[in-house]
Each structure stands twice: as structure tokens, then as C-alpha cells.
């Protein structure tokens, strides 16, 4: 598949329309769009939402493994269920709650490729009805901080070592820039200041993905990214705003590329724009 470093990871609208009665596959939409899963969606998908489930509801936080795993038996998910993430904006909020999903070590994991523009324009059916299954049982983990997610202290030690380390800003070259604090199409959470965190290069996350909304092949990959010199034998971060953008290129990185150092560092600019004292770059 495009010479990916782990095709496996990418599933099309064949497979999964083959496994739409599959008991060990669950099918999972997350949208930016939160009300969008209601007006239809791949039939027997369950609905994970970004705000409401993923949360923790008072600390800026994802939620614990207690809560964790009571999400994932009350959508009839266990250890072993192979989950396949979709949704709108090319997979980008998919591969956020992907990248969750493997905070808590959730072995099978996997990318429907093309997400639900893709499945919308190939006609294939879409659904009102909303899917229930047995509760599951599930064994959740300590949330893994250490791997693959990175911390304001974290990218503030990152960026004084730049000759092994690379940073990448996925946000817009408007909001790289400073010339916006936010641009209209995403909802604004109060960043302050404009600009770019210092040594960061600006690789908007949408690039990795072609018009139809899967992704790019490898060589095209590489390119993409070793052309700013965002190489695999470095320790790479990804930022955007809170985190969601760069999880789809974290997940570029690390999977289809198989960089082996990649974190995201999802507080982002909506911590780093408004921290006292943290320095920034325009331009």
C-alpha cells in the first residue's frame, strides 16, 4: 500500500463494507463536526465524540483508565476488538481519537482510509440508526504520557537541542506566521498572541493527503517532510492549536512513515501562545 511502513494500519471502503457484520471490528466515527454523525453514518458505527467522551470534564485533560475503559465496554469494545477509525475534515479528528486510543495501549487499531468523504462519494449506504451491542468487558492501562505525548516543559527542552530534534507546526502559515491567531473554519479557543513556537517549521497537517482524502504515498511523504528536515533519525514533535491536527501528522509519521520518535504535544498553541514568559516567533 503505497510503501507505508505499516500498511496495516490503513483499511478502504471495500474492507470495511465487507466487514460491516464483523463482530470482532467495531467501527468507529469521530468528527469535528460533532452533530454530523446523527444525519447518517456507516451502518453498525458507533460515535465517539471528542468533547464529550474524551475529556476529562473539569482538568484540561484526556479522561483516566477507570473512564476509559467504561467508555470502551458501554460501546461494546474489548482488549481484542480490531477498532477502525473515520470521520470528516480527511480522518483529522479520527486519528486524534486513534492516538487516545493508543495512550491506553489498545493493540488493534487501524485508519479507514479516505475516512467518510470517501465512503459518501463512492454512494456507498449511509444510516440514521444508532447500533447497540452487549456491554464488553475491558482492561484499561495507566494512560501511557511518556511515549508518544509531549508536555509544555517537554517542547521548551525540545527546542534548545534543534541539531537532533525536529518541531512541526501543522497549523496554516497564516497562524505560523502570527497573521491570525485562528482562521474561521476552526473554532477559536482563546489563543492570545500569534506566531510559531522558535525552530518549529510550518507543514500544514492537510498535506499529507490527497483530494479525495486518503493519504499520499510514501515517496511523497517523505518528501513532504525531509524537504524541512524533518528526517526519521530525529526526535520529532508535532503541534497545532490543542492537539488534533498534529495527531494526523503524528500519525503520518509514525505509522505510514515509521519514524520511531514522534510525540504530540497536544496542550499546543492554546498553552504555549498564553504561558507567561514562553518565548515566540512571527514571521
Same mark, same amino acid.
Given at each position: 500500500m503505497s510503501g507505508y511502513t505499516h500498511p496495516e494500519?490503513?483499511?478502504?471502503?471495500?474492507?470495511?463494507? *465487507?466487514?460491516?457484520?464483523d463482530p470482532r471490528v467495531r467501527l468507529v466515527e469521530s468528527n469535528e463536526d460533532v452533530l454530523l454523525y446523527e444525519t447518517g453514518h456507516i451502518p453498525g458505527a458507533v460515535k465517539i465524540d471528542w468533547v464529550g467522551d474524551l475529556n476529562d470534564p473539569v482538568v484540561r485533560d484526556y479522561l483516566d483508565a477507570p473512564h476509559f475503559a467504561e467508555l470502551m465496554a458501554e460501546k461494546g469494545?474489548?482488549? *481484542?476488538?480490531?477498532?477502525?477509525?473515520?470521520? *470528516?475534515?480527511?480522518?483529522?479528528?479520527?486519528?486524534?481519537?486513534?492516538?487516545i486510543f493508543k495512550l491506553f495501549g489498545h493493540a488493534d487499531v487501524r485508519i479507514l482510509d479516505g475516512g467518510r468523504a470517501k465512503w459518501v462519494a463512492e454512494g456507498r449506504e449511509l444510516t440514521r440508526a444508532v447500533p447497540t451491542y452487549p456491554r464488553a468487558s475491558y482492561?484499561?492501562?495507566?494512560?501511557?504520557?511518556?511515549?508518544i505525548r509531549a508536555f509544555r516543559d517537554q517542547v521548551r527542552d525540545h527546542i534548545r537541542k534543534p541539531s537532533g530534534a525536529a518541531l512541526v507546526d501543522v497549523r496554516s502559515p497564516q497562524e505560523f506566521s502570527g497573521e491570525r491567531t485562528h482562521m474561521p473554519e476552526y473554532p477559536q479557543e482563546g489563543t492570545l498572541r500569534g506566531g510559531h513556537i522558535p525552530s518549529a517549521v510550518s507543514i500544514p497537517w492537510a498535506k499529507a493527503v490527497k483530494g479525495d482524502s486518503t493519504f499520499k504515498g510514501a515517496d511523497d511523504l517523505r518528501e513532504l517532510y525531509g524537504a524541512q528536515g524533518v528526517t526519521a533519525d530525529k526526535d520529532v514533535i508535532a503541534?497545532?492549536?490543542?492537539?488534533?491536527?498534529?495527531?494526523?501528522?503524528?500519525?503520518?509519521?509514525?505509522?505510514?512513515?515509521?519514524?520511531p520518535r514522534?510525540?504530540?504535544? *497536544?496542550?499546543?498553541w492554546t498553552e504555549w501562545g498564553n504561558a507567561v514568559g514562553l518565548p515566540i516567533e512571527k514571521g
Open positions: 494500519v490503513l483499511v478502504d471502503t471495500a474492507w470495511a463494507a *465487507d466487514h460491516l457484520s469494545i474489548s482488549n *481484542d476488538t480490531t477498532v477502525v477509525f473515520y470521520g *470528516d475534515k480527511h480522518n483529522w479528528w479520527a486519528t486524534y481519537t486513534f492516538w482492561s484499561a492501562p495507566a494512560r501511557d504520557d511518556a511515549t503541534y497545532c492549536r490543542i492537539g488534533e491536527r498534529s495527531s494526523h501528522t503524528w500519525f503520518v509519521l509514525t505509522y505510514l512513515l515509521g519514524y514522534v510525540r504530540n504535544y *497536544d496542550g499546543s
